[in-house]
């Protein structure tokens, strides 16, 4: 089992930033890609940004230039690098553990809320 736990979400205005982190915990050995998904009201959760173990990282068009994520595998981490938030960036934010990525996640945190003020 693999245990994730998101932290970093706040209420910010239009055109801010915002960083959030992922702290991974448990069977981590298992794990061969990171994401990060994003599910706002009303809508189904959508993936933004992954990155596999080797730092290959691929984006949704819609935060291509905007957001950053990386990974600290020294410390269990995984990042998301948020600038030139937008009011439609709004919504909860989770974190996402592969072990095969064409399996779809294995893992996922709990969420935390990301609302961006126009």
């Known amino acids: 089992q693999v245990q994730l736990v998101e932290s970093g979400g706040g209420l910010v205005q239009a055109g801010g930033s915002l960083r959030l982190s992922c702290a991974a915990s448990g069977s981590i050995f298992s794990i061969t890609a990171m994401g990060w998904y994003r599910q706002a009201p009303g809508n189904e959760r959508e993936l933004l940004a992954i990155?596999?173990?080797?730092?290959?990282?691929n984006y949704r068009d819609s935060v291509k230039g905007r957001f950053t994520i990386s990974r600290d595998d020294a410390k269990n981490q995984t990042y998301l690098q948020m600038n030139s938030l937008k009011p439609e960036d709004t919504g909860v934010y989770y974190c996402?553990?592969?072990?095969?990525?064409?399996?779809?996640?294995?893992?996922w945190g709990q969420g935390t809320q990301v609302t961006v003020s126009s």
């Open positions: 990155i596999t173990s080797g730092g290959t990282s």
């Open positions: 996402a553990a592969y072990s095969r990525v064409v399996a779809g996640p294995d893992y």
